[in-house]
């Protein structure tokens, strides 16, 4: 039983950049629009901070573009860093396990 899951239907808000380590891993990060509809008629976006690991990441960056529908599923990490003014800061992102492309 999975504690901390997520699934999410939406739109990619960019387009995945990819990155390559020394050791030859990589990860894909991307922007992920969700529409949530307060009325019929009034759409509020959420968008959200993704990341995905090897070949989910390969598969996001060869065949998914700004604005292709999918579906994700993964988990919420939260994670800190130190940005460039030495202020700590806090991100809540979702790690990207599986994608299905509409």
Known sequence: MLRNQVTLVG????DATITTFENGSVVARFQFAVDSYQQQTEADTAFYR?????????????YCRKGNKLAVSGRLVNRTY??????????????VR????F
């Open 82 to 95: 130190v940005d460039k003014d030495g202020s700590t800061k806090r991100v809540t992102e979702v790690e």
């Open 50 to 62: 993704m990341f995905a690991w090897g070949n989910t990441a390969n598969f996001l960056t060869n």
């Open 11 to 14: 739109r990619l808000g960019s």
């Open 98 to 101: 599986q994608v299905v492309k």
